[in-house]
């Protein structure tokens, strides 16, 4: 895999109103919706921490580490790092499959005057899944299937249902996936993502790991 990863130095986010606003609205989303719904109705979501999130995107963002400001969320629940990505000056995306998710973080996003797009697909583009192997979970790609590796061309076409640019036009990916999905985020990154595109994964809100593509 040839991905490297770059260390960040962690500063506190200076959370400014418009922050503080939107880490509310989405906090309180969410708070009401496990509330109506029981453990066994209620996607197995854990929300990451939003002050954590924006302080890893803002120094991304503040060192121009990423080679544009196109953002992708992969998996993004209540659509909280969409809308602090487009708060920093991204075109964001995200991408959800529950769709009382995509309804909802859509009307929050809505309420904020966020112009994020949320859609309603899986993270996997056509042709790639997760596969479950003795070792763990592992990527099925098109090349694995028939043995022939992917060129920058193949890379060119590849885009998300419902989404006019390629993904990779994507310069910014954020996941906050299970521990056992978390090298899968990895791989599908590596596999997908343009060189020079970084990928932000939250494990924890003491460990979030910055990646760029080599
Ligand atoms: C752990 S939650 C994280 C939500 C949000 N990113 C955050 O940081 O709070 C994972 C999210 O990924 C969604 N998800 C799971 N598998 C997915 C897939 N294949 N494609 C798109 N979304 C997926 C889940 O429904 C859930 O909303």
Same mark, same amino acid.
């Given at each position: 895999m040839a991905l490297e990863e770059i260390a960040m130095e962690g500063p506190e986010a200076r959370v400014s109103d418009k922050v503080a606003r939107l880490t509310e609205t989405c906090s309180r989303g969410w708070e009401r919706f496990f509330a109506d719904h029981d453990d066994h109705q209620a996607p197995r979501f854990v929300p990451s921490v939003p002050e954590r999130v924006f302080a890893v995107l803002e120094e991304v963002t503040t060192r121009n &580490? *990423? *080679?544009?400001?196109v953002f992708c969320e992969w998996g +993004? %629940? !209540?659509g909280t790092a969409t809308c602090l990505a487009s708060l920093l000056g991204y075109e964001a995306y995200g991408l959800e499959i529950e769709e009382e998710l995509v309804r909802l973080s859509r009307a929050i996003a809505r309420r904020l005057g966020m112009p994020v797009e949320i859609l309603?697909? +899986? &993270? !996997? *583009?056509? %042709?790639y899944e997760a596969y479950s192997g003795v070792d763990g979970l592992e990527l099925v790609t098109p090349e694995s299937r028939s043995d022939r590796n992917a060129n920058d061309e193949d890379r060119g076409l590849l885009r998300y249902d419902g989404?006019? #640019? /390629? #993904? /990779?036009? #994507? %310069?910014l990916f954020f996941a906050s996936p299970w521990p056992e999905e978390q090298a899968l985020m990895q791989q599908l990154f590596d596999a997908v993502a343009m060189e020079g595109a970084m990928l932000v994964v939250y494990h924890t809100d003491k460990d979030i790991r910055v990646f760029r593509k080599v």
């Amino acid at each position: 895999m040839a991905l490297e990863e770059i260390a960040m130095e962690g500063p506190e986010a200076r959370v400014s109103d418009k922050v503080a606003r939107l880490t509310e609205t989405c906090s309180r989303g969410w708070e009401r919706f496990f509330a109506d719904h029981d453990d066994h109705q209620a996607p197995r979501f854990v929300p990451s921490v939003p002050e954590r999130v924006f302080a890893v995107l803002e120094e991304v963002t503040t060192r121009n &580490l *990423p *080679p544009n400001r196109v953002f992708c969320e992969w998996g +993004s %629940g !209540f659509g909280t790092a969409t809308c602090l990505a487009s708060l920093l000056g991204y075109e964001a995306y995200g991408l959800e499959i529950e769709e009382e998710l995509v309804r909802l973080s859509r009307a929050i996003a809505r309420r904020l005057g966020m112009p994020v797009e949320i859609l309603c697909t +899986s &993270l !996997f *583009p056509e %042709g790639y899944e997760a596969y479950s192997g003795v070792d763990g979970l592992e990527l099925v790609t098109p090349e694995s299937r028939s043995d022939r590796n992917a060129n920058d061309e193949d890379r060119g076409l590849l885009r998300y249902d419902g989404m006019e #640019i /390629a #993904i /990779a036009d #994507i %310069g910014l990916f954020f996941a906050s996936p299970w521990p056992e999905e978390q090298a899968l985020m990895q791989q599908l990154f590596d596999a997908v993502a343009m060189e020079g595109a970084m990928l932000v994964v939250y494990h924890t809100d003491k460990d979030i790991r910055v990646f760029r593509k080599v």
